[in-house]
């Protein structure tokens, strides 16, 4: 077994055969944080074992994930969970609901051990050597999403990797960056392609179409592989989970807005993203459960920033600024 926490990108499929993605580090002794991801459809383009999903998300946004709670509190109540160490209501799955779960290294080892049984995980295994090999990294890199759960289509599915650790996934994020400027055997997206999702982030996010244009270039953890897009997430290793559920308590305030410079960016390639601040009155750090602003913002910079202001008491008291989380749709952090 590669896991022993569980961890962010990890999946699980329920005994009702809905299939869950495990969300940030922080979960109950009896369960998981999770977000519904596919759920059984006649009509699914995703299939196992005879059984096709479709996806409840059409795209990762606090809003989408609010939205299949109105599915589970109407069909599923056991996902709803009314968290004590988070004070809100969540969604999750009690280990009591588990059928199978599904850790992104030991699928990847799977492959790697039997070989690929369609197109798209050979893809996987070359692409995974290649990226190895560059980075100098062994035994880091797992894959998450369909792969894992063993409902890809090789026609239209995507891979998506998740890279174990600090050390290397800085590595992976340096040896991409190569690879992405030789273009030999990694491809960056194209002008055109940018363009195209800074205008579709302009309708979802209350961002600007310059301040998208300036996270759409820093974004690194995307590309294409034998004309396959691809992208790839850090993850936590057990030693780099330090907080365990119950040593502290979250207590939301009020929404907030402020400026201040960035201190520390060291968590920010991770979901959450955190970052350091100063000079921001009580807040020491801004965090963010939206993907698009993770691995942004450098040492130095000066943001803007708003979310909800929470009050945390326990092993670590402070307070921090939370942006991409339930009841702050319209958060933000951007260059000032």
Known sequence: MYAVKPKDRDFI???????????GYLHPPDGYTAYLKYV?????????????????????HVSQVENTYRY??????????????????????????VKQYHYPREKLREIMSRGANDSLE?????LSTVIEEKAGIKNSLGVTG???????????????????????????????RDLKEEAALVKPVTPEEKEGWVRNRA?????????????????????????????VHPTRTDEEITEDYGDNTYHRKKIVEGT???????????????????????VSEVVSFEGLYGSLFEVGDRVRFKGVLEEIRGKD?????????AGSPDGYIKWV
């Open 203 to 231: 309708e979802r996010f209350p961002l600007s179409i310059d301040d998208l244009r300036k996270i759409a270039e820093k974004r690194w953890n995307y590309g294409y592989f034998e004309g396959t897009y691809f992208s």
């Open 72 to 97: 589970l509190k109407e069909k599923y109540p056991q996902y709803l969970f009314d968290c004590p160490v988070r004070n809100i209501t969540i969604s999750w799955v009690p280990k009591s609901h």
């Open 122 to 126: 050979r893809k996987l295994l070359d």
């Open 317 to 325: 008291p402070r307070h921090r600024v939370l942006v991409g989380g």
């Open 13 to 23: 499929q329920t005994v009702d055969d809905h299939l869950f993605c495990v969300v």
């Open 146 to 176: 369909s792969i894992l759960t063993g409902t890809h289509n090789p026609s239209f599915s995507d891979i998506d990797l998740t890279v174990h650790g600090y050390d290397a996934s800085r590595k992976l994020i340096e040896a991409l």
């Open 260 to 282: 201040a410079p960035v201190s520390d960016n060291g968590d920010s390639i991770y979901l959450p993203a955190v970052y350091g601040v100063e000079d921001s009155d009580e």
């Open 40 to 60: 059984p459809s006649p009509d699914g383009k995703w299939e196992k074992d005879g059984q096709r999903y479709s996806r409840t998300l059409p795209f990762y």
